[in-house]
């Protein structure tokens, strides 16, 4: 039968569509009740949140623009242009957005969470807890905030607030996602309890089995838990990158089991391509460490200085900076290395 060339039933199709994942499909029917409708702004707004879904944020911006030209107070426009903003890491056009909702409604418990993210993502975890309360006490069961408030307060090594906020946020979800799971086991991996990372990545796993960070994330905990097995973890890790070819955290693990099993040149390729994609001093002070056993000292040098300037806190690419300069014959250089980094409190050896 056809359909009626009636924008109402197009758009409640659209919506339909969207709700079922079919996006492609929801794209076109808000297509075509925007063409009967040109000044439809809901219309525009749903096809603007279908595109950031898709992470056609562009796209959603301009969809999303046009519906607050057409109703500029529209809250859901506000939101998902935040939303796309921060999807692009335009965190400040985020916040503006947020902010002009928070000014058209102080209750808006959305606007509170999103300008929350986008604070969260700029590096100011403090401003992001403080919206996160905000959103929690207007609407106590707005599980994301929880969620985000619990990767904020991970930020600042919160561990345990972090974990019971991951724990309310599952606890309350009408359906809680995977990534919730993911996040907690985050914590519980860098708190070196993999058995808990284990169950929390396998329920992730179970919710979204093509989830690539519960993959990779996996592969640390069963390379943490048992080093004399890892083969799962490298399938961990293969299955990630399968999913996600620019995975950071699955390169960077799948190089540490390579330099475990003594596997230098690969080790050093995957941490090569987990610096390309998400440099952290963590990595750098890898993929050094793998310089310094193959003795390329000017190359561990490289590696550990940007390691220091990521994380001038860190004493560790002090001390192997100062051997590598030993290694070289410059004692000047080397003895103030190790006097920063016993200044930092570091004790040496150990490896990287």
């Known amino acids: 039968?056809?359909?009626?060339?009636?924008?109402?039933?197009?758009?409640?199709?659209?919506?339909?569509?969207?709700?079922?994942?079919?996006?492609?499909?929801?794209?076109?029917?808000?297509?075509?009740?925007?063409?009967?409708?040109?000044?439809?702004?809901?219309?525009?707004?749903?096809?603007?949140?279908?595109h950031s879904e898709m992470k056609e944020f562009d796209k959603a911006i301009a969809d999303l623009t046009?519906?607050?030209?057409?109703?500029?107070?529209?809250?859901?426009?506000?939101?998902?242009?935040?939303?796309?903003?921060?999807?692009?890491?335009?965190?400040?056009?985020?916040?503006?957005?947020?902010?002009a909702a928070i000014r058209a409604n102080n209750r808006d418990a959305v606007a509170f969470y999103w300008r929350g993210c986008a604070y969260r993502k700029r590096g100011n975890p403090d401003e992001a807890i403080a919206d996160f309360d905000e959103a929690i006490r207007i609407d106590k069961k707005l599980a994301g905030a929880y969620q985000e408030r619990g990767s904020a307060r991970w930020t600042k090594g919160e561990q345990s607030e972090a974990i019971a906020d991951f724990s309310e946020a599952i606890r309350i979800a009408e359906n809680p996602i995977a990534s919730m799971f993911c996040d907690r086991g985050c914590v519980y991996l860098r708190q070196g309890q993999w058995d808990k990372a284990i169950e929390d990545m396998d329920e992730a796993l179970r919710?979204?089995?093509?989830?690539?960070?519960?993959?990779a994330l996996r592969g640390w905990a069963y390379f943490g838990r048992n080093r004399q097995h890892l083969d799962k973890a490298l399938a961990d890790f293969a299955r990630a990158l399968q999913l996600d070819p620019r995975c950071a955290e699955a390169y960077g693990g799948r190089g540490w089991v390579y330099a475990e099993n003594r596997d230098l040149d690969k080790a050093l390729a995957d941490y090569s391509e987990a610096i390309a994609i998400s440099p952290t001093g963590e990595l750098f002070r890898a993929r050094a460490n793998i310089y310094l056993v193959k003795r390329e000292w000017d190359k561990a040098i490289v590696d550990l200085t940007k390691a220091i300037r990521l994380d001038p806190k860190d004493a560790k690419p002090y001390y192997y900076r100062g051997r590598a300069y030993q290694e070289k014959g410059d004692n000047e250089k080397a003895e103030e290395d190790f006097a920063r980094a016993k200044k930092l409190g570091y004790k040496p050896p150990e490896l990287l």
């Open 1 to 50: 039968m056809a359909v009626p060339k009636n924008p109402v039933v197009y758009h409640q199709r659209a919506v339909a569509y969207a709700d079922k994942g079919e996006r492609d499909k929801a794209i076109a029917d808000y297509g075509e009740a925007i063409r009967l409708d040109s000044e439809n702004a809901v219309a525009y707004c749903g096809r603007g949140l279908v």
């Open 66 to 99: 046009r519906s607050l030209q057409l109703a500029p107070e529209y809250a859901d426009a506000l939101h998902y242009r935040a939303c796309a903003f921060i999807g692009k890491g335009e965190w400040d056009k985020a916040i503006a957005d947020s902010n």
């Open 207 to 215: 919710l979204d089995k093509d989830f690539a960070p519960a993959y």
